[in-house]
């Protein structure tokens, strides 16, 4: 018979446990919340890119071989699963997005809550959901919004496997870590990183070598597993070698096009907008890390592995050479977790630590950057381009035009007619709804790894795409004349008639091209 102690204890129990399960709904609820103002903006070049892939994947072409990109083929397969679940709208893969970047925050309060206390996981998780919403940084639809999923679950299960023990625990980190490698390439350093750990550690307790080596074998085996499943159907296709050009020698080519100097101002100018737009986590994780640096002798396997999974994610942002801001949303999971713990040491953990007044001042002074800085991106987006950096200003005005020259396009053109773009625009195709003429269907792989402008004409002589939108201008090509060689204005000359200036492009028809009757339908 249950005592009044008992019902008391079992109360309590589903009281928390109804606390914990309305925690996790908000979390699940806070970046689709901050993502909806922000879902019918127009498509990124890059998010043009991965939705004209995905609708010729729904239409039955191959990414690599039919239509050239250099990122691995899951961003593909999200768009399209976001497509066959919400329609053919800009909207449906940044809700995709938005959902997985709940469900990150989900793996990563059960994560923390393996190795830290309960209220670091709850504000490690709050914090993440926050910062789902910095501008720039997050809000739309690239490779990095899917890739933390699978790339934090990863971690998760890898954190199961040192507390558990079992190789399953091993494998499903590994095959999580493929999932997010083959969502983008720079996952692989994360992968590494845990790897090196268990190497080290199992050393240190393992009786035989093959005890030692044991987790990080289930790992890799794990990662190469779920990798090969999504490379399988090139492999059978007969497209292995466009699938490992595109993800991998392409990649090397694009990322040794820059000069370290130009690494470096770009380095510069990405860290800087960065601190900016998220000053307290930045502070938060130096903090953080000296926190965890203080409590280094009694540090565990899983807390190496964060701090190492947090400068492989560095590694990540950085390899590229780039620093695009949203490059940076890979290291808000490391940096959310790092800000948590030195607020929980400081702040929470019932220790009484007098905090005086420079203290506060300065984490007002944080936010209070953070919070302008977004704020002047969201409330004043142009303004704010146009001061800072005038070829942004220009890129989000021709984002804007694109479905308007797209819609011109699709009126023109029937269902079954192939276009060409040329130049970086690739999000006309999309709001056009017509495919591209030719696999390469935009300049960047004329710019980074030169195949012969001879090639391309000649592909286009054989797929006589009906209209041609010449978007190489300036201001954003300075250099605009050199881009269209002799040879380029020779087959223009030759084939194509002048329309006339659409919005930022100018437009070419074939010659000889009667718009067909079912000109203007999707």
């Known amino acids: 018979m249950r005592t009044t102690d008992d019902r008391a204890i079992a109360a309590a129990l589903r009281r928390r446990q109804l606390l914990e399960a309305g925690f996790l709904a908000l979390l699940l609820l806070i970046p689709i919340l901050l993502y909806l103002p922000f879902m019918h903006a127009p498509f990124e070049r890059d998010e043009g890119t991965y939705a004209t892939i995905a609708q010729g994947l729904l239409h039955g072409k191959l990414p690599y071989r039919d239509l050239f990109d250099n990122k691995p083929p899951l961003i593909y397969g999200w768009y399209a699963i976001s497509f066959l679940l919400f329609g053919e709208t800009v909207s449906a893969p940044r809700l995709l997005a938005s959902a997985c970047l709940s469900l990150t925050g989900v793996a990563l309060y059960q994560q923390v809550r393996l190795v830290l206390p309960k ?9 993440f959901a926050i910062s789902t919403g910095l501008p720039m940084v997050a809000l739309n639809a690239n490779t990095e919004a899917y890739m933390l999923l699978p790339l934090v679950s990863s971690l998760m299960f890898f954190t199961f496997g040192l507390q558990r023990g079992g190789s399953r625990w091993f494998f499903l980190s590994g095959l999580a870590a493929g999932l997010a490698i083959m969502t983008k390439q720079v996952a692989v350093f994360n992968l590494l990183a845990l790897a090196a750990v268990s190497l080290v550690w199992y050393r240190r307790h393992a009786t035989t070598q093959l005890q030692a080596i044991s987790p990080a074998c289930w790992m890799l085996g794990g990662a190469a597993v779920s990798s090969a499943l999504v490379a399988l159907p090139f492999a059978l296709s007969g497209a292995l070698s466009d699938f490992v050009y595109a993800t991998l020698s392409y990649n090397w080519a694009y990322i040794s096009f820059l000069t370290l100097a130009q690494r470096l101002e770009n380095m510069g100018y990405g860290v800087l907008f960065f601190c900016l737009i998220a000053a307290p986590f930045v502070a938060g994780a130096l903090g953080g890390i000296w926190v965890v640096w203080q ?20 590694i990540g942002v950085a390899s590229g050479g780039r620093f695009f801001p949203h490059y940076f949303l890979q290291l808000m999971p490391a940096l959310a977790v790092l800000t948590a713990i030195v607020i929980y040491d400081r702040v929470l953990d019932g220790k009484y630590r007098a905090l005086g007044k420079p203290f506060w001042a300065g984490a007002l002074a944080l936010v209070v950057i953070s919070i302008g800085t977004a704020s002047i991106m969201v409330a004043l987006p142009g303004r704010a381009e146009e001061q800072v950096a005038s070829n942004v200003y220009t890129q989000k005005q021709w984002e804007q035009y694109s479905e308007e020259l797209g819609e011109y396009i699709q009126a023109q053109t029937g269902p079954n007619d192939v276009i060409f773009n040329y130049g970086l625009e690739p999000q006309v195709y999309f709001y056009a709804n017509r495919q591209p003429a030719i696999p390469y269907f935009n300049d960047w792989v004329l710019k980074y790894d030169a195949v012969p402008m001879q090639d391309i004409i000649n592909d286009l002589d054989g797929t006589q795409p009906a209209y041609i939108i010449d978007s190489i201008q300036a201001p954003l090509f300075d250099n605009f004349g050199a881009a269209h060689p002799p040879m380029w204005r020779d087959f223009m000359a030759a084939h194509y008639d002048y329309v006339g200036r659409v919005q930022f492009a100018d437009v070419y028809r074939l010659k000889g091209y009667v718009t067909p009757p079912d000109a203007g339908q999707p």
């Not at 209220?119 to 914090?127: D, E, G, N």
């Not at 409590?295 to 396997?301: D, L």
């Not at 701090?307 to 492989?312: I, Q």
């Open 119 to 127: 209220r670091v996981a709850v504000l490690s998780a709050l914090l």
């Open 295 to 314: 409590k280094r002798a009694s540090a565990t396997a899983a807390d190496y592995a964060l701090v190492l999974w947090a400068v492989a994610s560095a």
